[in-house]
C-alpha cells in the first residue's frame, strides 16, 4: 500500500522569550489499522468570483469521482487560498455544512481530517466578490 | 509585531505514477494587516479521558471576527485509537494516532466567555476520545484573549 505522509512546521523566533518550533510527520493511515491510505481526489484548483456559498468537496455522493469518500474513515483534506494577501481585508470562510470553521487569508493553508457523511459538504464563501483561487485535495480510503 | 511560520509538506513516493511532492509555507498575520504577525500563543499538552465530549479550546468573544490558528496532535501509537474533533456539534473528522490537523478557526458564534462553559450554541472545538485515553497536544495562535476576572480577587 501506498504511503502518504503530511508534515507540518511551526515556528517562531520572536513570539516568545526563546524560539518555539514544534514539527510532526504523520503517516496517513486508514481508519483503524496501518494500511496507507490509496486514493486521493488529486490536485484541484477552483476559480471563483462570488460572495456565494460555494461547495468545494461534496460529502456523501453515492457516484461521481469522491463518491468512495464517506464517514467513520480516514479522509484527509488540504486547501490553499491562492490569492494575494493584499490588505489582509480579504478572506475566504471555510465552512463544515452550514457551520463555519475559520478564515483562509490569501497564502493561507489548512489540513483537516474530514467526516465526509451525507450533507457534511466542505464548502467555502469569499467575503468578496473579487475572484478567488483556492487549491485542494483530498486523500480518503 | 512577531513572525510565525507554518509550513506543510505532503509527500509520496508511490500513490501516484510519479512522485507527490507539495509544500505551502504561511505566515500567522492579524486581520486587516498586510504583514502584522499574531503575537499570542497557547500551547497545551492533556489527557482526554473516554466517554465525554470536551471543549479543547474555548470560545471567547476576543477570538470572534479575527484571524486565529489552531493545530492538534494526537499523541497515541495504537492505530485503533482515535479522537473526533467538532465544532457547533458538525463533527470535523477523525484524528488517529499520530495524526495531526492546522486549521484557521473563527470563533464565530460565542455564547459565553466562561471557561467553565462546555454546552451551548458556540464555537469552541470539541474533541472525544474513543477506544482509550488519549495525549492530546494543540496550540492556539491568536490576536486577543478575553481575561476571566479573579473569583477572589
Not at chain 1, 486521493?40 to 453515492?62: C, E, F, I, Q
Amino acid at each position: 500500500m501506498p504511503t502518504t505522509t503530511a508534515t507540518i512546521t511551526l515556528a517562531t523566533s520572536d513570539m516568545a522569550d526563546n524560539s518555539f518550533s514544534v514539527s510532526n510527520t504523520s503517516t496517513l493511515y486508514n481508519a483503524g489499522n496501518d494500511t496507507g491510505i490509496s486514493e486521493t481526489t488529486g490536485l484541484g484548483r477552483k476559480k471563483v468570483a462570488s460572495a456565494s456559498n460555494v461547495v468545494l468537496l461534496d460529502g456523501g455522493l453515492t457516484s461521481g469521482i469522491a463518491a468512495d469518500v464517506t464517514a467513520d474513515k480516514s479522509a484527509k483534506v488540504y486547501i490553499k487560498n491562492h490569492n494575494l494577501r493584499g490588505d489582509g481585508s480579504k478572506f475566504v470562510n471555510i465552512l463544515l455544512a452550514a457551520v463555519e470553521i475559520g478564515r483562509l487569508y490569501g497564502g493561507d493553508w489548512m489540513f483537516i481530517p474530514w467526516c465526509a457523511a451525507s450533507g457534511k459538504d466542505i464548502e467555502f464563501t469569499a467575503s468578496d466578490a473579487t475572484e478567488t483561487t483556492l487549491e485542494y485535495t483530498c486523500f480518503y480510503e | 509585531m512577531a513572525t510565525t511560520t507554518a509550513t506543510i509538506t505532503l509527500s509520496s513516493a508511490d500513490l501516484l505514477s510519479d512522485n507527490l511532492s507539495l509544500s505551502a509555507t504561511m505566515n500567522m498575520y492579524q486581520h486587516n494587516t498586510t504583514a502584522t504577525g499574531l503575537d499570542e500563543m497557547r500551547y497545551h499538552r492533556l489527557v482526554i479521558p473516554t466517554g465525554t465530549q470536551f471543549d479543547l479550546i474555548q470560545d471567547s468573544t476576543a477570538l470572534s471576527e479575527d484571524a486565529s490558528y489552531v493545530y492538534i496532535v494526537n499523541k497515541n501509537t495504537d492505530v485503533t485509537d482515535y479522537v473526533k474533533i467538532s465544532i457547533n456539534a458538525e463533527e470535523i473528522g477523525r484524528l488517529y494516532a499520530g495524526d495531526w490537523l492546522f486549521m484557521p478557526w473563527d470563533n464565530d458564534l460565542t455564547d459565553e466567555a466562561s471557561v467553565t462553559d462546555q454546552t451551548g450554541n458556540d464555537s469552541s472545538i470539541e474533541i472525544e476520545a474513543f477506544t482509550h485515553e488519549h495525549i492530546i497536544e494543540f496550540a492556539l495562535f491568536h490576536n486577543g484573549e478575553t481575561l476571566q476576572t479573579s473569583a477572589d480577587s
